[in-house]
């Protein structure tokens, strides 16, 4: 369990209902392997399932670090959701 439970507010849609994100970044989930390893690796049905369970703990563990970076991040509200 967390330190400290960060509640939405249930103005918070409404604070940034017109918002415009703009240069988030790269998008990332679901195919860092894909651009990084051969084809042919993922041809393999069975490697297939294992190379997107290793997928989804690289996206696990970049928005950990993202996480990371939010706690100790000052200028960024606790509860902001748009970081690189």
Do not use: C, W
Request: charged content about 25%.
């Amino acid at each position: 369990m967390p330190r400290f439970k960060y509640i939405d507010s249930f103005t918070e849609n409404e604070d940034h209902l017109y918002d415009d994100y703009k240069n988030l970044g790269y998008n990332y989930e679901h195919h860092i392997l894909k651009n990084v390893l051969s084809p042919e690796l993922f041809g393999n049905p069975i490697n297939d399932i294992n190379y997107r369970q290793i997928e989804k703990i690289f996206e696990h563990l970049i928005n950990a670090v993202k996480q990371i970076k939010l706690a100790y991040a000052f200028t960024y509200p606790k509860n902001a959701k748009n970081l690189n």
